[in-house]
């Protein structure tokens, strides 16, 4: 269920009952050989399938993240860290006003983590109020499948290229791990790291990304019951 299919009589009815929203954070950026909107499509799906299971209504997502990094690669489109900060908080204050008391964040961008300690300001200021941050590349459950295959999770890689991501030129095999030393200018990014990808498998079997795709989930599922 998504607040854009509701008109305001409906989420008014909703909160009589209910007080949980889903919130996607994402961003558009470079992906490699995948959609700009890779950060944004892949919580969505997920915060759409923890909606089906659940009941519980998502927000229109954040399209827009912290990515200045990626700023010389064609269609990434970066937001200042204090607007960004300033947009999640705004977000959450206006729910808040209206009743709603507690939150999962599906969150599809490293560069947004700033945020988490906005929020938890925000929490010292509403003491009611619950919110649970999910990185869904991160999670420990991720994790442990993608080790039960051999594999590590890099940027733009297998861990990001999901069937439903439309996915064009894609090549066969693996890159080499990049690490960079330092921080890096958007130029200096691109001539770092080239196709975008960080390394690793470009992708995988599907029956790996369903695994992924079932434990994210799994989490959000048990994130939704507090």
């Known amino acids: 269920m998504n607040l854009s299919d509701m008109n305001w009589m409906e989420v008014a009815e909703y909160l009589s009952k209910e007080d949980r929203i889903l919130l996607v954070l994402g961003a558009t950026e470079q992906h490699g050989y995948l959609s700009v ?5 892949i919580p969505l799906a997920l915060a759409n ?13 954040l399209n827009f993240g912290v990515s200045p990094y990626f700023l010389d690669y064609p269609g990434t489109i970066s937001l200042r860290t204090s607007t960004f900060l300033d947009a999640v908080e705004d977000i959450l204050r206006s ?9 999962v964040i599906v969150n599809g961008h490293g560069g947004n ?3 988490r300690g906005r929020i938890t300001e925000l929490s010292n200021e509403f003491k009611r109020i619950k919110v649970a941050w999910y990185s869904w590349w991160i999670a420990p459950s991720v994790t442990e499948v993608a080790e039960k295959h051999g594999l590590r999770s890099h940027h733009a890689a297998w861990i990001e290229a999901f069937p439903f991501i439309h996915v064009r030129g894609m090549p066969e095999g693996t890159k080499e791990t990049l690490y960079a030393k330092t921080l890096l200018s958007s130029r200096e990014t691109r001539d770092f790291a080239g196709d975008g990808v960080y390394g ?6 599907k029956e790996i990304m369903d695994e992924v795709y079932a434990a994210a989930l799994n989490d959000i599922l048990d994130l939704l019951r507090f």
């Open 95 to 103: 729910l808040h006003q209206q009743g709603f008391r507690r939150f």
């Open 49 to 61: 399938s923890a909606s089906e299971a659940t009941g519980v209504i998502v927000a229109p997502p």
């Open 37 to 41: 909107m890779t950060d944004v499509a």
């Open 113 to 115: 983590d700033a945020a």
């Open 200 to 205: 690793g498998p470009y992708k995988v079997e």
